[in-house]
């Protein structure tokens, strides 16, 4: 095909292009054509269309999203927010730390294990431009139901790509979840989370300023893998019939990127960079415009110097292609030297594409010719943004009308079901089948993982301040009241920070949702930001960034609205932490918190084939007291255990804590089968000594939070209202569920 030049499209106007096969509306041809003031060439519709992509330019959510800068909450805290590459905070003694979470979740149904892989790296990348040392990932994932034929396909793809390129990278894998629900059956959800660490003069910016300063390209050399994939494959549904556009799926190399990081962090310690940018989505269209676009000034780009891997590649693939381990710096010529020396140790290609000018285009050429001119701002920034319509779906009133309708214990043999029933269901059964594929401790610096209720890292290890992190979704909740089922989501990471003794700082987000252009998906989508929004305002915690992904649903069936909501707290001394079990007998059992009949959205409801309902209200003001209850808990030494109770109610907690260290518990419950399932928010179960009984009754008194006295610790049995189940049979049924399902 002949090069398609800018004076080409001056010269031919009405040359015929396919811009909506790139996924752009004629509606935006017509605005590209407008900002150039002639039709754009081939390159850069290419660039248009993967920047103006759902993905990237957010265009459906923009408007909903301002909400987070609008009602920011104001704190100190704070270094970096909204709008770089990750958000930072400061967690004292001089440290920073950065974290953010985005979806992987088109490519991984399409081809698992590298879908799941590139997740994994993006996100690093993502926190390595900051300039912090990446030092751990988590993973949320969604899956169909756990019996389907699709669910054995990529489930155990998608746990061996995360595990395979963490592994190599040498970062600990500290947390997530798994659930299984039939709405991702066809479109499961892979989340990935990465925190990285630095001192506050480290931090880096995604801006190309200075003329005269050089545009550097290094990592991995460009392929043809992942050509669309931002613009085409994430930013529509998938059709019934399957999978397909594998080449849209990136391909990555742990190595390359372990490598990658190191030679980048010692760049950085040498400050030579003026400003970075990986190149993930959209490649390296969106590294060029948006350093442009952050900069001061224009830029020009030789793109015939860019290292292939395909020699056949053409000026659009290339600035299409989302090859993964790609860095791109802008360095004053002065410490080039210097920054090709540190490449040329660690054997990283690098070559130098183009320079920063002092003009206000974005300049690609190809073998000297102009292929490109552009105002970099319109391709990076400037994007469409839609006030898509939404309304309330019919199916809200009609869930609220429900009444749930589940067998409740009261026999022994009736409660000893229960118990035996949640533990091996999938949604609640262990998940060491997939967080054993996963290095849980390498670096040395892990705290707590799986299945602790949040990940932890020490990040000093002479004063041994750490950070723990926390996701949580309750998607049954989200369906049934969007708005509530984001303050939910946001109350259950904070609380499962502070079961460790942690103090929650702030939150990032991956947003998944189905089609913004079905207006009920957007009220629910609308819905759930407002709700995160309000949330975060009545808690105090900062929104950092994250990451919306649309058009998750497969034909008109949309998966259930699904806000992941990770937490990051800073705990001031790591060997401090409250466990979340006990190991020894003789130590009283109590619950923190109220319980309801709150059965709406609950496990034991899905189990019995129920959806319907009314979801708990999220009382912030008390999850904000219960918080400082569980922090002063662990800084005055009144607990010795503290685990959440969420979903599986009192039942999957108390199954979880005799477990984890052997140890069984006796304990009698008033009104015994609400008790066990109900799923009341802001619940904790906590094991004191019994000379702690006072502190801690003076303590949850002072924060007003009720307690319940449950019961003692010890034997081999747990004990439910005279109930006997041994912790032999009780371990059977929560550990064989997986390995029965996937080998």
């Not at 926190?127 to 030092?135: D, S």
Request: charged letters at 20%; glycine letters at 10%; aromatic letters at 6%.
């Amino acid at each position: 095909m002949a090069l398609d030049t800018v004076a080409q499209a001056i010269a031919q106007p009405d040359a015929v292009q396919p811009f909506a096969e790139l996924g752009l509306k004629p509606d935006e041809y017509a605005r590209i054509k407008e900002i150039l003031g002639r039709r754009p060439t081939s390159s850069e519709l290419a660039m248009y269309s993967v920047m103006w992509s759902e993905h990237c330019s957010y265009k459906s959510s923009k408007i909903h999203l301002k909400q987070f800068g609008e009602k920011a909450v104001k704190t100190d805290a704070l270094l970096v927010g909204i709008g770089e590459n990750a958000g930072v905070v400061d967690v004292g003694q001089g440290y920073a730390v950065t974290f953010k979470i985005e979806s992987h979740n088109h490519p991984s149904f399409i081809e698992p294990y590298q879908g799941a892989a590139t997740g994994v790296g993006g996100i690093v990348r993502d926190i390595l431009t900051m300039g912090a040392r990446p030092i751990a990932v988590m993973d949320p994932l969604r899956f169909g139901p756990a019996e389907a034929a699709d669910t054995k396909r990529v489930l155990p793809g998608i746990v061996a790509g995360i595990g395979g390129y963490g592994n190599c990278l040498g970062l600990p894998n500290i947390g997530g979840e798994v659930v299984f629900d039939e709405t991702y059956l066809g479109n499961p959800l892979v989340n990935a989370l990465c925190v990285g660490v630095m001192k506050h003069s480290d931090i880096k910016l995604a801006k190309a300023a200075g003329a005269g300063n050089l545009v550097v390209l290094y990592g991995a050399k460009t392929g043809g893998d992942g050509i669309g994939g931002v613009s085409v494959l994430a930013s529509e549904t998938f059709e019934s019939k399957g999978p397909a556009k594998r080449p849209a799926v990136q391909v990555g190399d742990p190595f390359v990127e372990k490598v990658l990081i190191e030679c980048s962090l010692e760049i950085f310690a040498e400050d030579l960079v003026v400003g970075i940018q990986d190149l993930g989505g959209a490649g390296l269209s969106c590294a060029t415009s948006e350093l442009a676009s952050g900069g001061s000034g224009g830029m020009k780009v030789q793109l015939d110097k860019v290292p292939l891997r395909d020699p056949s590649l053409s000026p659009e693939e290339i600035l299409m292609s989302e090859s993964q381990e790609r860095m791109c710096a802008i360095v004053e010529p002065s410490k080039i030297a210097r920054f090709l020396e540190i490449c040329e140790k660690w054997d990283v290609t690098v070559t130098v594409i183009g320079e920063v000018t002092d003009g206000n285009h974005l300049e690609i050429t190809w073998n000297g010719e102009l292929i490109v001119d552009v105002p970099p701002r319109t391709v990076a920034h400037d994007g469409p943004v839609y006030q898509r319509p939404f309304a309330e779906p019919a199916y809200i009133k009609q869930v609220a009308a429900e009444q749930i309708d589940v067998p409740l214990a009261a026999s022994a043999a009736e409660i000893r079901n229960t118990v035996l029933t949640l533990a091996a269901t999938p949604n609640l059964a262990d998940k060491s089948w997939i967080t054993s594929q996963y290095d849980k401790y390498v670096q040395g610096n892990t705290i707590q993982a799986q299945p602790d209720d949040s990940g932890m890292v020490r990040i000093d290890e002479e004063t041994h301040l750490g950070v723990a992190i926390s996701t949580d979704a309750n998607a049954n909740w989200s369906y049934l009241n969007p708005y509530e089922g984001a303050k939910l989501a946001l109350a259950e990471a904070a609380r499962n920070i502070a079961t460790a003794g942690a103090k929650p700082l702030a939150v990032t987000n991956c947003l998944n949702f189905g089609s913004p252009e079905d207006p009920g998906v957007m009220w629910q989508f609308a819905e759930s930001v407002r709700g995160l929004a309000d949330g975060c305002v009545e808690m105090g915690l900062p929104v950092t960034g994250g990451n919306v992904s649309f058009y998750n649903q497969t034909g008109s069936t949309a998966i259930l609205p699904t806000p992941v909501i990770g937490v990051l707290g800073v705990i001031d001394d790591v060997r401090t932490r409250t466990p979340m079990s006990f190991s020894k007998a003789g130590l009283e059992l109590y619950l923190l918190g109220e319980t309801r009949a709150d059965l709406a959205g609950s496990e034991w409801a899905y189990l019995h084939g129920q959806r319907g309902g009314k979801a708990p209200h999220a009382d912030l003001k008390k999850e904000l007291h219960l918080i400082d209850l569980l922090v002063a808990g662990r800084t005055k030494k009144i607990f010795t255990a503290a685990h959440d109770v969420s979903q599986g109610g009192l039942s999957a907690t108390l199954t979880e804590m005799v477990l984890r260290n052997n140890v069984g518990a006796t304990v009698e419950c008033e009104n015994v089968g609400i008790a066990l399932v109900s799923e009341t928010p802001g619940r904790v179960v906590v094991a004191v000594d019994p000379s702690q009984r006072t502190a801690l009754e003076k303590e949850a008194a002072s924060h007003g939070i009720a307690l319940t006295h449950l019961g003692t610790t010890g034997g081999d049995k747990l004990v439910i209202n005279g109930a006997e189940i041994s912790l032999d049979e009780l371990r059977i049924a929560h550990t064989q569920t997986l390995p029965k399902l996937f080998g």
